[in-house]
């Protein structure tokens, strides 16, 4: 055996290692270090029964108390899911503008509302429900379909000239130049009348603009041209087009029509979610 | 010489003698790794320690008495006079109530209690470590519980090394026992403050408080018990940060602890002898009184140190000494540097030649000299002091004008993001907000909402379909927030940009509070003309 060898200065046993003449001290460890150390070997080994710890091919070790991230994540969403179970159940069983009556059950809606709405109808309605060229802004109080929370709910669950679905809003405006019903001219004056309606720059008000409007569209627009929801004619005297909003733009939808398209929600995403959807789009701040 | 003592037939001192070593001191000091000695203080009496207990009682009482104060605030509120309510994020002190947007004011007592250290610090010197600082007010509680059941010095000394008996572990389990119940109250007063008070307690002794009020109680209980009675001044000397910080804050003029050397050297401990064979006799009888006293463990007569908290008992019990032998107090006394220096230089005291205590005495009297410099106001109140409490004084005045002078009710404003505006049939333009009025005022208000600077703007609740009209009138519930969307139309016609500023302006029913918030009018462009 060979002797510890000793640093003659402060007389404690070193390391035996040398690096160019210096040399470790060999100082005990402190106590309360020590007792700290100990103690986590004592944790590491409890903990590694208790919990998941070691790999396995294939999985690890699940641990005594079956605990697991995972396993706290689904509980935590289960627990969501009761949470919301009573609300879910109300709503399904109310009619829509029952639950928009009701504030602390609206807020419920309108929340899941907005969740859904960020997933099935941002793509065409933008994130804000500002809406865009051919897609109605959701926001503001002109509703092609009506705007009563009742007539919301009708429009998503059934949609707009939406293909096998016989309760969709349907309406049909004619290829006025396309077909040849009109003739460039008469496009022309009609198109300038309207402008003039809303006061658009360019717009001229023409009698037989006037009378072109009273064979041709009064029937779906109305007399007056402020629209008539049953037919799904908007309303061409306010400040809001859902196409252009200038002579072009009126010019070009009547020649050929543009017509937009909605899908029926109501049995893709079931009666719960369509009514949320209600709430939260009546809740926008146009709903009338 | 007229040094007479008042000694004894044997020439031995009137001043009982101590065998006592400063277990601390740099003289003697161990190696980190050996384990602890300890220091059983002799109880000390005189004027400190006196005043020590009043401290005590003070700070004491203040800490456990402070939460049962009431403090009548109306119904909606909490009467407890002091209590941070941390479920409701409310600060309640006397007759403040702190938000937690308002925590700078809780900042600012913590700048304030910073500058007040460093100017305590300055002037009286580790004042706060000896006489204010919980370790040491709590350390002195369980000596006085450790006094009462195993005596005093001596006593404790004894049944230290004395073989384990029925009455050694009687002593020993009743002193641990009341230290540990002291420990608890002490956590059990701190959860007060959190909660009310008397409810808090009956819900506690039940069982029944939450679980977060016993590990509090236990963490405080175990670290009161630890610190004031297992480690103790160990506390002082390894964990505290405040010894080295205060250290650095100490100058010439700051007042400290000291053995006053220029009388006190050649300290001798058989005076008549040394007198007769014609030695110089300091004041100092090396009785170790000083030392038997420290509850740091260290010998005063080293000079100013590290583990000093400067308790002043030392002083208390050198006093006590030379009233005994018949001569002038204050051979440990509080002096600044500056004095100490000069007495030293009048003592004849250099680095080659010793101290005369004959030079600091008058050889008819055998009085002190009137030369003899004592510490004064002056060396208190100067330059450094002076600014320190300008700054202390002066974050106090702000604050307490900025208290006075602040708003109970506040509203902030966010726009809408998206859509930031939108386009109504009639042409107008609406935006949306989300407006969140502050009544900090535990009673309810009626405030009402207007706009200013927007011309013929008009307001709707976003909650509830309505007509536009000019303001809005909402029912703040007392001491809450009220969170609301509201629109805002305008015509853009009329509008300077396309992004113009108006006010937001909340106003209470009687006129008494007005608060109002910069917003922006959103437009799209091309529809302004």
């Known amino acids: 055996m060979k002797q510890p060898d000793v640093d003659h200065l402060s007389g404690i046993e070193t390391t035996g290692h040398e690096w160019d003449g210096i040399k470790e001290l060999n100082n005990p460890l402190p106590r309360w270090w020590l007792w700290t150390f100990y103690a986590c070997i004592a944790f590491a080994l409890v903990y590694s029964v208790l919990f998941p710890a070691w790999p396995l091919i294939g999985g690890g070790t699940p641990g005594l108390l079956g605990y697991s991230t995972r396993g706290e994540f689904h509980r935590e969403v289960a627990a969501a ?56 802004n959701l926001n503001d109080d002109e509703w092609i379909w009506g705007g009563s929370i009742d007539q ?137 | 010489m007229t ?65 049962f104060l009431r403090w009548d605030r109306g119904p ?30 809780v900042a600012g007592l913590l700048i304030m209690a910073g500058v007040g250290l460093f100017l305590i610090t300055s002037t009286v010197g580790r004042a706060w470590c000896g006489y204010t600082c919980p370790q040491t007010v709590w350390v002195d509680l369980f000596l006085v519980v450790e006094r009462a059941i195993e005596g005093d010095r001596n006593a404790r000394i004894k049944l230290d090394g004395a073989p ?44 029944e408080a939450p679980s977060v009020a016993y590990m509090t109680v236990g963490i405080l209980a175990a670290t009161t018990y630890v610190f004031g009675g297992l480690m103790r001044e160990q506390v002082c000397t390894y964990m505290c940060p405040w010894p080295r910080i205060q250290a650095a804050m100490l100058d010439e003029y700051s007042l400290t602890v000291t053995y006053n050397d220029w009388r006190g050297e050649p300290r001798t401990r058989h005076a008549k002898k040394a007198i007769a ?6 004041d100092c009888v090396d009785c170790n009184a000083c030392v038997v006293v420290c509850p740091m463990g260290i010998d005063i007569r080293d000079g100013q140190q590290l583990e000093c908290i400067t308790c002043a008992l030392c002083i208390d019990a050198c006093d006590g000494v030379m009233d005994k032998l018949g001569r002038e107090r204050g051979l440990i006394s509080y002096a600044t540097l500056n004095d100490y220096n000069a007495n030293m230089v009048l003592s004849g005291a250099s680095a080659t030649t010793p101290i005369e205590p004959a030079r600091v005495r008058n050889p008819a009297t055998g009085k002190l000299v009137d030369a003899i410099r004592h510490t004064t106001w002056r060396s208190i109140i100067r330059p450094r002091t002076l600014v320190y409490f300008m700054v202390w004084a002066g974050i106090g005045v702000a604050m307490l004008v900025a208290l006075s002078m602040r708003s109970t009710l506040e509203v902030s404003v966010l726009h809408d993001r998206n859509p930031q505006y939108v386009l109504l049939s009639d042409g107008s333009i609406r935006n949306g907000y989300k407006v969140k009025i502050s009544n900090m005022r535990p009673e309810p208000r009626a405030v ?72 922006k009018f959103e437009t799209p462009k091309e529809t302004r003309r």
């Open chain 1, 81 to 136: 899911q009761s949470e919301q179970a009573a609300n879910l159940a109300k709503i399904a069983a109310m009619p829509v503008a029952v639950i928009a009556a009701d504030p602390a059950l609206a807020a419920f809606a309108s929340a899941g509302g907005a969740s859904a709405f960020k997933v099935y109808c941002s793509q065409c309605h933008g994130s804000g429900a500002e809406g865009g060229v051919g897609y109605p």
């Open chain 1, 152 to 288: 919301i709910y009708q429009t998503i669950a059934h949609g707009a000239r939406s293909l096998g679905d016989d309760q969709t809003h349907d309406s049909i405006m004619p290829n006025f130049g396309s077909d040849g019903i009109l003739t460039r001219d008469q496009i022309r004056s009609v198109a300038l009348y309207v402008a003039s309606l809303s006061g658009l720059a360019g717009g001229e008000k023409t009698p037989e603009g006037e009378q072109l409007y009273a064979q041709n569209c009064a029937a779906c627009h109305g007399p007056d041209a402020k629209g008539l929801q049953a037919m799904g004619g908007p309303n061409l005297t306010n400040a809001i087009w859902l196409y252009r909003g200038s002579v072009d733009g009126i010019v070009a939808q009547i020649n050929h029509p543009r017509l937009g398209m909605m899908p029926a929600w109501g049995a893709k995403l079931g009666d719960v979610t369509v009514k949320e959807l209600a709430v939260y789009v009546h809740g926008l701040g146009g709903g009338q």
């Open chain 2, 3 to 67: 040094l007479s003592d008042a000694t004894d037939q044997d020439g031995h001192s009137a001043a009982e003698r101590f065998s006592v070593e400063a277990v601390n001191s740099q003289k003697i000091r161990q190696p980190l790794y050996a384990p602890r000695r300890k220091i059983f203080p002799k109880r000390a009496s005189g004027t400190f320690r006196r005043f020590k207990w009043l401290v005590m009682l003070l700070t004491l009482g203040i800490y456990y008495l402070t939460p």
């Open chain 2, 76 to 105: 909606f509120a909490p009467d407890q006079a002091v209590m941070v309510d941390l479920a409701n994020r409310r600060f309640y002190f006397f007759f403040i109530e702190i938000w937690p947007q308002e925590f700078y004011y």
């Open chain 2, 164 to 207: 384990w008996s029925l009455n050694k572990a009687a002593k020993r389990v009743s002193k641990h026992v009341i230290w540990l119940v002291i420990g608890v109250v002490t956590g059990g007063a701190w959860i007060l403050y959190f909660a009310d008070a008397p409810t808090l307690i009956r819900s506690f002794a039940r069982f």
């Open chain 2, 277 to 282: 064979e014609g030695r110089p006799v300091g």
């Open chain 2, 448 to 519: 009402t909402l207007s706009v200013e600077g927007l011309p013929g703007a008009a307001l709707t609740s976003a909650d509830a379909a309505a007509q536009p009209v000019s303001s809005l009138t909402y029912q703040l519930q007392p001491d809450a927030v009220l969170e609301t969307r509201i629109f805002v139309r305008a015509a853009p016609g009329g509008l300077a940009s396309n992004n113009a500023d108006f006010t937001l302006k909340v106003e209470t029913a009687d006129g008494a509070a007005v608060v109002a918030t910069d917003a």
